[in-house]
């Protein structure tokens, strides 16, 4: 089926709204808790931090799926600013985004 980027930002804005999206310090903390189900990072994202986020995501076992947008693609969907990568805590919510990822 491919990328339904449409469907999946309306998918992060769902998820945002349910109080289920993790961004900034809480993410890492939230991914070392085993917490994170799935983190998504964006392609204008700074290397240093993406390595950090790729390699916490990697050691605690937790999916990540780089450079799917940019994040003011992610923040207007999300209602936010400045926000870079994402976890998501829910595994319904995971499907949903695989869903329309995959």
């Known amino acids: 089926m ?5 469907k999946l930002l309306g998918s992060l804005g769902m998820i945002s709204s349910a109080g289920k999206l993790v961004y900034g310090e809480k ?4 991914i070392r808790n085993n917490k994170i ?9 700074g290397k240093a931090q993406l390595k950090k986020i790729n390699d916490k995501s ?3 076992n937790v999916r ?6 940019d ?3 992610l923040n207007k969907a999300i209602g936010r600013k400045n926000v870079k990568s ?8 995971v499907k ?3 869903k329309n990822i995959e």
């Open 58 to 60: 990697t050691f605690y």
């Open 37 to 45: 189900k799935i983190v998504l990072t964006t392609s204008d994202m």
């Open 71 to 73: 994040s003011e693609t």
């Open 96 to 98: 949903l985004l695989l």
């Open 86 to 93: 994402i976890g998501v805590s829910d595994e319904n919510f």
């Open 27 to 30: 993410l890492l903390e939230q």
């Open 2 to 6: 491919g990328l339904n980027l449409e």
């Open 64 to 69: 990540i799926i780089n450079n799917l947008f």
